[in-house]
C-alpha cells in the first residue's frame, strides 16, 4: 500500500553543491545549492534566486564552480547555505575554507573540497536557471582510484534529503550502469 503526500519537491538523491564566486573585488563567495546537475551534454544548471550574492557575482565574472559537499565538510558547507555573503562578506573565510584561482574560468576552486567543476556562465533563465559550460573538472589525487579516475567512496560527497533535511552519504556499489541490464534476454 501507498500513501500520498501531493505535490513535494522530493528526488533522490540530490547532490549538495557547493558554487564558488569571486566578487568584483575579488573576495571569495560559496553558497549551498541542492537543486542543480547535469543540464545536457558538457552543461550544468543550478537553481539560483536573484537576491543571492552569487547570482550577481557569476552576472559579473560570467563564471562560477562547483564543487560537491563531502561527509567531512558537512559543517562548513551546511554553513555557506545558511549565511548570505549581502550580510557576512567574509563568510568563505569564516567557513574555513581556502581559494586557488581557476586556471580556467574566473572563479575560485577551494582546497577543502576534492572534486570541482569548473563552468562558463552561458546564461541566466527568467526562472533562475543559471546555465553554465563545464570548461574543466579537477580533482584532488587524494580522491582517485588506481586508473586515474575519480573513486566516488574516497570522495564520500553527501546528497540532501528534502523529505527530512538530512545529509547523507552513498551506500555501497550495487551495479554497473549500461551493462548489468543486458543480463535481460
Same mark, same amino acid.
Given at each position: ?16 553543491? %557547493? ?24 552543461? =550544468? ?10 547570482? !550577481? ?25 545558511? =549565511? ?15 581559494? =586557488?584561482?581557476? !586556471? ?7 582546497? !577543502? ?19 553554465? !559550460? ?23 560527497? %553527501? ?27
Amino acid at each position: 500500500m501507498r500513501k500520498n503526500f501531493g505535490k513535494k519537491t522530493w528526488l533522490y538523491p540530490m547532490p549538495v553543491l %557547493i558554487i564558488g564566486t569571486y566578487a568584483e573585488d575579488g573576495t571569495p563567495n560559496a553558497m549551498n545549492a541542492a537543486w542543480g546537475g547535469i543540464y545536457d551534454t558538457n552543461l =550544468v544548471m543550478v537553481c539560483l534566486a536573484d537576491d543571492h550574492k552569487t547570482t !550577481e557575482n557569476i552576472k559579473k565574472t560570467e563564471a562560477f564552480t562547483i564543487s560537491f559537499a563531502t561527509a567531512d565538510t558537512v559543517i562548513p558547507c551546511d554553513y555557506v547555505g545558511l =549565511v548570505s555573503a549581502n550580510d557576512t562578506p567574509d563568510k568563505f573565510t569564516r567557513a574555513g575554507f581556502h581559494a =586557488v584561482k581557476s !586556471e580556467f574560468v574566473n572563479a575560485p576552486i577551494i582546497e !577543502e573540497l576534492p572534486m570541482t567543476v569548473e563552468c562558463k556562465l552561458l546564461k541566466f533563465n527568467e526562472d533562475g536557471i543559471c546555465i553554465g !559550460e563545464i570548461v574543466n573538472v579537477s580533482a584532488d589525487e587524494s580522491i582517485l582510484d588506481g586508473s586515474g579516475k575519480v573513486d566516488a567512496k574516497a570522495l564520500n560527497p %553527501i546528497c540532501y534529503d528534502s523529505v527530512s533535511h538530512g545529509y547523507w552519504t552513498l551506500g555501497e556499489k550495487v551495479g554497473q550502469a549500461f551493462s548489468d541490464g543486458k543480463k535481460i534476454k
